[in-house]
């Protein structure tokens, strides 16, 4: 069964900087897009950021801009999400996805699938 595994998440003060990384379990996806998305408690799941298959193009949700910075490398079948300056209001579970559909933007999470359990973030203030 196709899984992603996220990691690198944990508790860190405001103003920290987390490394999350991606793997998935049982085939690659070098050859798509890929998608980290947060959900907090009571919220619905909220775009981060994304990268296209060769790493070349990146996207991300404005809340995250300049301290952000999506990356993949294929030959590791890695994504990592480098996240600086954080907030309490970052806390939240991270999860990532490979974008299986062309038919809907980056930020829309109905484009991923292969859902992982994600990563617990939390920033305390």
């Known amino acids: 069964q196709v899984q992603l595994v996220e990691s690198g998440g944990g508790l860190v003060q405001a103003g920290g900087s987390l490394r999350l990384s991606c793997t998935p379990s049982?085939?690659?996806?070098?050859?798509?897009?890929m998608g980290w998305f947060r959900q907090a408690p009571g919220k619905e799941r909220e775009f981060v950021a994304a990268?296209?298959?060769?790493?070349?193009?990146?996207y991300y949700a404005d809340f995250v801009k300049g301290r952000c910075t999506i990356s993949r490398d294929n030959a590791k079948n890695t994504v990592y999400l480098q996240m600086n300056s954080l907030k309490p209001e970052d806390t939240a579970i991270y999860y990532c996805?490979?974008?299986?559909?062309?038919?809907?933007?980056?930020?829309?999470?109905?484009?991923?699938?292969?859902w992982g359990q994600g990563t617990q973030v939390t920033v305390s203030s």
């Open positions: 996805a490979p974008k299986t559909s062309y038919y809907s933007g980056y930020d829309d999470h109905s484009s991923y699938n292969y």
């Open positions: 990268i296209n298959w060769s790493g070349g193009d990146t």
């Open positions: 049982g085939r690659t996806f070098s050859g798509y897009a």
